[in-house]
């Protein structure tokens, strides 16, 4: 493992496809675990047993499986939409006790538009409003 991997701490998301299709994922915002590596490995086991929009993957699918990692930069408050890009930066939105994150470079997000509305109905938001909103880069590991 690279050393920063057992020295850094950081949110990390892990993501499964199955034939290029979503088949879980699950990730943290924030570092949970004593590093980076533990992280990924806490969240991949989550990913692939604890997504609540699948069962859990059994061994015949393993060969069919692929994996990526998303390393997550500190999240920053940005005032409006207009510093965002679908490519470079992931977003969270916050309003209340409802929080959504959509990472960057996703297959079908096109458009910031996109992404905020993605975000939302993850969220259980329905307007903006009062919303708290976070951009992130992240390094993605396929």
Same mark, same amino acid.
């Given at each position: @493992?690279?050393?920063?991997? !057992? ?6 998301? &892990? ?16 570092? $949970? $675990? ?7 490995? *806490? ?11 699948? !069962?859990?993957?059994?061994? /015949?699918?393993? #060969?069919? !499986?692929?994996?990526?990692?998303? &390393?997550?930069? #500190? #999240? ?8 965002? /890009? ?14 959504? !994150? @959509? @990472?960057?470079?996703?297959?079908? &997000? /096109? $458009?910031?538009?996109? *992404? ?15 919303? $708290? ?8 590991? @396929?």
């Amino acid at each position: @493992l690279p050393e920063e991997m !057992l020295l850094q701490r950081a949110g990390v998301f &892990v993501s499964i496809k199955k034939k290029g299709e979503l088949r879980g994922c699950i990730g943290t915002i924030a570092p $949970t $675990t004593e590093h980076i590596a533990a992280e990924i490995v *806490q969240n991949a086991i989550y990913a692939c047993s604890k997504d609540n929009r699948f !069962l859990p993957v059994n061994a /015949d699918e393993m #060969p069919l !499986l692929s994996y990526s990692v998303d &390393v997550l930069a #500190p #999240p920053e408050k940005i005032k409006g939409f207009g510093s965002l /890009d679908v490519n470079r930066y992931g977003i969270i939105l916050s309003k209340g006790t409802r929080r959504g !994150l @959509l @990472l960057p470079m996703l297959d079908g &997000v /096109d $458009t910031v538009e996109e *992404q905020i509305a993605i975000t939302m109905r993850k969220a259980g938001i329905d307007t903006l409003e009062g919303c $708290t909103i976070e951009r992130f880069e992240v390094v993605r590991h @396929l």
